[in-house]
């Protein structure tokens, strides 16, 4: 009879650690959502929240395509940078002007520019990884650092003003229906990903490649190309970031444009769960890992404190996040 | 109980994920007794000596090692050091180290100052290998041995310390006679100076020829703990799956002998010396020969891994040029690997993904195609009785034959039109076993020309209609299924 019951309940637990293993990232954000509303009752005030999403769009963008990269087990720590020489080349089409004041370059012709320039980085990163058999961590720091002094020498390190085009500051600035335009093509891009990533057969191949490339090659999947293609998609990604950065900002700073964010947005993705080793992983865990640095750095501001110590929070909320994660023998 | 019992094992249970894969299970060994242990795929085998080996914690029941209780939550490196040692079923070498590294891991000798004394660790190296009659360099790095030589070294490294109770989980799967019998030598004199060795294998003759005794489980329950003396292999097979087991043996090839699909002409490299093969529409071709013949070396010339430095393939007479796996697809050539592990199997994702990598590529369209992908899933699982919880199943939790089964439904469901097979079968229980060769047949009586590369002579004999013997990548000999025999084929392999 004991054993019986005993084993009942070890059942329940069995249940409870399914969830925990498949939602655990969920469970994290739930739980840091309550606590952060008692912390500071204004958190949860409709403003904030949507304050918030605005913020996070544009690592959250990064973070869509380098759930891709990683998953494939890659990584691209040349998504700051890129996203400054592809901001750069937007800002300074769109501040070409004829004798008459109009623009010279339409507008959507320099969104276009600037998303090519990014994805044309994002090749370049795939085409050195794949054809030269370099690490990807050595190949995307190398080819950063190059875009950053290209920036920085093209600028001559300078800030550079982008002119007021409402319909272009509308992309960073605007909201429907009250949610922040920049979040609602995050959150449209992200739908298109998801089927990317799970009902499609390249998203197939992109877990296999990162899960056994050997096996992934000796089945006939062109691993090349899809380690070339997932670099591409993280390239695009942060061309849209740039836009939307370049729209908020409306100027772009040749030393700190896009500073840092490979780092946010690589975080984003270990804390949503994706395995760094590769072949595992989930889109919807990106989204929530990139919406919960929001909120941290959102607190930081709320709770007063200071930004300096921004690092040390998100340094413990990986580790508590992969911790968590961690399974058990 | 007799009280020269090394071990006993009293009720263990275990679960995964809420499933219970071992059901009150009682186990013991005696003092220099060889345990055979026997049982289908998935029935639990592994997870049990894993129990014993400190990987997994049971649920339930107790370890007696030596008269005293073990530790629920023993580590392997205790289990280890009070003498348990485990020759995993999935090797667990590492790769970028050294054969010598391997054997020594944690355990190296330190020389002055406790710096590692590399030289006495490859001496030692070579000395325990050389007692397993291998020869290779304990210097060279293990990513570069073919699978029986790493399965060499992890049966090194399990006897390079005191052992009193070894493990040996499937250890003769990718090994050939020659090999085979060298271990069973080893396991007689282990058992001679009072070591308790389990024995865990498929091929049931050799549990006969080796084990004092043999206990057999069947999904997760403990069925039986004969004297081998007592029984044949057969009996032990009806027991373990409930029911009989029916074998078969191949006849000559009936089809047309000039329909040649695959030819491969004059393969020369460093191993391979002018080697050339013709295999026919629906003919099942076997290559045999000892470790290290080039069998597996001249299947990876014709799928296009290896570079030959001559060498040409025809298809349906047109020669074709075949530079990568890509290349080999197009063509309508499969090839089933010897190592799932390494290059068959992407172990962190499901039994759909799996299944169905080769056949997403050759359909047309961007989308996996929920429905038509599951159905055919569902349909390889059932007909290769894989064992699993679900398709959605993770690969790596599943057992060893289990896994081969799903490296093998790849290749099936691909629709190739010369299907290579390297150890189709290993690690796959009787019963499945015929279930595959049903397969393979049917697959040939469509016209799907099959080569199967076999260190089990027993396979090659029950299901090969012609067989091609290698030594040292020469071709000795080829006998068709009506000359057929264990010595003929022996002859040939060892070229003497
Ligand atoms: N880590 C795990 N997670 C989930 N299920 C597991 C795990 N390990 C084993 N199983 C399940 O437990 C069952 C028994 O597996 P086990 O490996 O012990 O079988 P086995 O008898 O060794 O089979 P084989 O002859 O194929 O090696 C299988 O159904 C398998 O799917
Ligand atoms: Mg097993």
Redesign the interface.
Known sequence: MI?VESRAE??AL??L??IWRNYSVLVVFVGIIGICAIAAPRFLRMDNLLNILRNTSTVGAIALGMTFVIIAGGIDLSSGPVLATAGAVLILLQRMVNADGTPAVPLALAIVACLAVATSFGFLNGIIITKAKLPPFIVTLAVGIMARSLVMYFMRGATVMGNNIPQFTRIGNGSVFSIPIPFLLVVGVAIIFHILLT????G??V??VG??E?????????VDRIRIATYMIVGLCTGMAATIEMSRMAAVAAATSGSQYEFEAITAVIVGGTSLTG??GRLIGSIVGFIILGIVNNMMIMLNISPYLSGCVKGAVILFAVLMQRRE? | MSNAAVLQMKGICKSFFGVEVLHNVDFGVDKGEIMGLCGENGAGKSTLMKILSGIHAQDAGEVIFKGSVIRRNATPLEMQRVGVSMIHQELILLNELTIAQNIFLCREPRGAAGLINFNRMNEDAARILSKLGEKIDPKRKVRDLKIAQKQMVEIAKAIAFNVELLVMDEPTSALTGKETKILFDLISSLSAQGIAVVYISHRLKEIIDVCHKVTVLRDGHFVATKNVADVTAHEIATLMVGREVKESKASDFPGDPNAVVLEVRGVSDDLLKDVGFKVRRGEILGFSGLIGAGRTELMEVVFGIRKPRTGSVFIEGKPVTIRSAIDAIRVDLGFVTEDRKETGLVLCRDIVDNANYVSWLKNPGMFKGAKATMENTRRIIDRLAIRCSSPAQNVSNLSGGNQQKVALSKWLLSGAKVLVLDEPTRGVDVGARQEIYQIIRELAAEGVAIVIVSSDLPEILSICERVIVMHEGRITGTLNASELSEAKVMYYATDV
């Open positions: 054993a070890n059942r069995e249940l650690k399914g009902r499609t057969k390249f197939t191949y877990f296999a899960g056994n050997n096996a992934a090659r000796y089945s006939g999947i062109k072949g595992k023998r």
